[in-house]
């Protein structure tokens, strides 16, 4: 059935996996996307959303590269925001709710219309390994099929097992089996494996819900979108709702304590703080008496609604109770009930900073077993390991992204330099240098790179190139151009900024914290010049952010070049650090343990001392 | 970390405490530039046009003030120690001079160089081949250890529990912003700015105090009083030598004193110690030996701590010797109990163990040292420092003694200045974010890193997030 030996063969088919498979496609690879069910590509398994603070940021990141997430998101968005328009750039984060199924959908048709991919379903059950190197997998039918190389990404499947109340049965999602065989294979050849947890909450019948005694949550009144192609902007879009729990909802929801799998000891994974459940809640901020819940619609035509906020996996009869005491859920009807699951995910410091595992050359791993949660996350990883995969099968130098050049290159180098306990969730402040890694700028940071790859097509770099050459150009006219108090100051007035007595550079009275780019464009020779030269929305805002935060930019940039040169001092693979006795045995131990590849990585595994680095620098020399 | 090399780095060169002469070595790419802005040659003479390996005779000046007169000896790169541009200034032996210039260089784009750092850029810069790299990296790790304790020691009086209530302060205010930031869509209450703007003012305040403390510091300008009480040939100088650690004569008469007390300042982990000496409290019926008692009481009087040195010797070849011994204590002790006392028994090195013993079992705490082998003494240094971090001497006041975190201290002003500022022009949070961590991590330089993950932890365990 398989004759041919793949280049890639990608091991699930949700976000990590679709993009994986998308990625080794398209720079060429023949790529095998195996899953358990072909009908579940891309699937959203917990809320209907994409984007959000930092992980919109990585999203455009992975659309910049040229991956599919940010045009599956906008063909399959019901409602935008862009959170955090309030702060500064570096926080002005995209966020979509999605179409669950239209979303699924798109995923299967992009990749359907992806030369090189080719489709199968089946349990994966093993690898094929020759020499500590993958050569295949092996399927639940016992079929063998040849690749060069393999990106493992299962989600939350191997070995998933479900939690509801006291129940509990093996699945990877509700009304899916579970995956076996990976995680006792790999165990044996010498990974060390671990247990999480995550959870949902459930999902209800909008017919049975009085929207009106709940606040609208409608999305931007000017939607923007992820893409930076010409995908559509929203012109109709569907409101979200918020409602809170009580006092009396926390007391029906304690009295199911007893039953929890949570705090009965059943569950002993962690699972992630800043996603915690309703019960854990609770729990923990006692004397918090209310808390939000967010009703979502699940697509555009669909009464299905996501509960957001109430995650649960107490018996279902507790949660029913209880959601009926929140306002608006005085009637409501359940399509699903609330649940946990617990996974194995191989801590992921045992991978390199190509996602490569250390123990088996060419074998990947990426999303939910390398103990991240989240879409975005799992997504970029999955992109990551797709390039390197193909990479590597053609001798070529591994593609690794740096801190300071996109959230992709902070996740991993997390991942890998300090590993994690607890589901691995993106924030801004993991990033040293976030006003560098913002939502407006990801084309310019990627999209070279991306065509460098192979992946992103021409039409990208030509349109970054045409923004970053646009936004330049208006940047120099606000450096350039004076203008006249009897102008400007109508319009300081306005913004309650100071006014000026004599005429200045425009770039100076623009720098000022209060003065937006819609002040700007109150003068004429402003918006005569946004008309002669055709400047689009995406140029109008880069040019804002170069011009006000010009001198934080600056800052950031010089602090990351100062890292920088760490950077460039590599370390040896297989360095024996067991001969520096100038070392602390803590530091011989960890950096043994982690490997890391450059004197920069080195400094930020905990417990290394600067004393250590200076020890190493010595060593590495220049 | 700070391991580049485009920064140009500050530290004195020579032993610390008081000499002759000191050295205050700067290395960097501006070294040069930076001291010939604030030097002034007594020939008319421009620094920066100087060739490589020269001296200048001449003023370090700060604003109108003159500092001192010193020497300055250039050397440029690649023909200096480091490999980098290098100044040496020679200046006179004061620690209040040596800190008044590496202060001023400080505020003025140099950096506090780390323990073991020129010898490091040495390295890194190829003025040493590879068989030294063992030899250099032992000395950076031991040095970074000696500095770090001295720095946790001198820490533990006020001056830590000032700076680690800031840094939770600070800490908390970060994590507010953070949460702001992170979590802005979700049920969180966010801290007043007004509250905001009390705290960074309070630790605005507070800074400014901690470094107003190093410049006008007691501790730094005069040095902890001690006073020596002891017959005149039990070994005063010898130990005084032996705690400055090498062969060198002591030189600083301060002038204004009277010939029968000698002082001498003398610097142990960064703290100025001023050395009196006096004769001894013998009874006698001579009156001029009993003027020299008297004296001797008025020096206590004014000293903080009093080292009672014994010539153990001499005190065990008479009958009487001991119990004498024993009542000359008593009546210090007596006069002043709450002084802390140290009983040193000088010349262990020419006792036999059972003869210690019997003297150890007659006087209560006694230190046992050899100011000629040089035994005891570093125990006597951590005995002094202990008065000083245990607070026993009554320095109420937080002081700031250390030049390393001086020069955190300063930076992080710097820092809380700019939120100040951010404030005040509605910044963003996101970008006084920035400061706020600078402001954090210099102030780590001295309590210990915060880390991002120290930040999220912090959220975590204090804030309900979580749609």
Redesign the interface.
Known sequence: MFGEIYDVIVVGGGHAGAEAAAAAANMGSKTLLATMNLETIGQMSC?PAMG???KGQIVREIDALGGYSGIITDKSAIQFKM??K???P??WSP?AQSDRRRFSEEWRLMLERTPNVDFYQEMISGLLIENNKVVGVKTSLGIEIKSKSVVLTNGTFLNGLIHIGEKQFGGGRAGEKAATGITEQLVGIGFESGRMKTGTPPRVDGRSLDYSKMIVQPGDARPEKFSYLDTNFLTNQRDCHMTHTSEMVHDLLREGFDRSPMFNGRIKSLG?????SIED?IN??AD?NS??I?VEPEGWDTVEVYV??FSTSLPEDVQFKALRSVVGFENVKFFRPGYAIEYDYFPPTQLKHSLETKLIDNLYFAGQINGTTGYEEAASQGLMAGINAHLKINNKEPFILKRDEAYIGVLIDDLIT?GTEEPYRM????A?Y??LLRQDNADLRLTPLGYELGIAKKERLIKMEEKEAKSNMFVDFFKNTSVIPEDINPILENVNSALVKQSDKMFKVFS???VKMEDMLKLDKVSSFVKEHNLNREVLEQTEVQVK?AG?IA??KNNAD?LQ??ENVKIPSNFDYTK?????YEAREKLTAIQPATISQA?RI?GI???????L???M?? | MQTTTNDTIIALATPSGAGAIAVIRLSGPDAILLVSNYFISSFNKKLKKQKSHTILLGNIIDGDKTLDQVLVSIFKNPNSYTGENVVEISCHGSPYIQQQIIQLFLRNGCRMADAGEFTLRAFLNGKMDLSQAEAVADLISSENEASHQIAMQQMRGGFSNEIKNLRDQLLNFASLIELELDFAEEDVEFADRSAFIALVNKISVVLKGLIDSFAVGNVIKNGIPVAIVGEPNVGKSTLLNALLNEERAIVSDIAGTTRDTIEDEISIGGIGFRFIDTAGIRDTKDVVESIGIKKTFEKIEQAQVVLFLVDTKEVLSSALGVQNLVIEIEKIKNKYPLKPLLVIANKRDILSNEEMENLSSSVSNLLPISAKTGEGVDTLKNKLLEFVNTGALRNNETIVTNTRHYDSLLKALEAIQKVQFGIDEELPSDLMAIDVKDALSHLGEITGQVTNDELLGNIFANFCIGK
């Open positions: 809320n959000g603070i930092a959170l955090n309030s702060k500064g570096a926080m966020r992630p703080r800043y996603c915690p809640k923990r901020f918090k808390h939000q967010f957001n906020g300090k924030f801004t402040s993991r040293e976030r006003t000022r914290p209060k935060y934080y800052k950031e100062k040169r760490l520096l006795k100038s070392l602390s400094s905990s001392k600067p004393s250590d680095i200076s020890v620098l010595v060593f020399g220049r």
